[in-house]
């Protein structure tokens, strides 16, 4: 087990029961942050057997989320909440099934003072399912 699969994710992120969209950090580094997730029948956003594209976008933030949260625990500070400006760029190939599992990647482009601008990829396995580009502002 490497050390962040001991992670509580609920010590990383505002959000809570029932609306988190992240199960585990598996990966975090000062540019590149990775987060999966099985999607459940009763997650808030399953609907007819898919997660939907709100799902999607949840999933995303929260993983941008577990980055702010991580690096904040990491130094010592309390949990930094980050507040989406722009959502650019987004793209669904398909919505995944429930059952599947997602690997959701996020790419820090550029951070410039309290705004920091990532690229997001959402797989299952192998094939990209959703992509987009985010910028983020922390709160103090």
């Given at each position: 087990m490497n050390e962040f699969e001991k992670i509580d994710v609920h010590t990383l992120l505002p959000q809570q029961e029932p609306f988190v969209m992240i199960d585990r950090l598996i990966h975090y580094d000062p540019v590149r942050t990775v987060t999966t997730l099985?999607?459940?029948?009763d997650n808030i956003f399953a609907d007819e057997?898919?997660?939907?594209?709100a799902g999607l976008n949840e999933n995303i933030a929260q993983t941008c989320a577990a980055r702010m949260?991580?690096?904040s625990l990491s130094s010592?500070?309390?949990v930094k909440i980050g507040v989406i400006g722009a959502i650019t760029n987004f793209s669904v190939e398909r919505t995944p099934l429930v059952?599947?599992?997602?690997?959701?990647?996020?790419d820090v482009v550029q951070?410039?003072?309290?705004?920091?601008?990532?690229h997001a990829?959402?797989?299952v396995g192998?094939?990209?399912?959703?992509?987009t580009d985010l910028k983020i502002a922390l709160q103090d």
């Open positions: 099985q999607v459940r029948q057997g898919h997660l939907s594209v949260g991580y690096q010592g500070e309390k059952g599947e599992v997602l690997t959701t990647t996020i951070e410039v003072f309290q705004v920091t601008l990532v990829t959402v797989q192998d094939e990209v399912i959703a992509q």
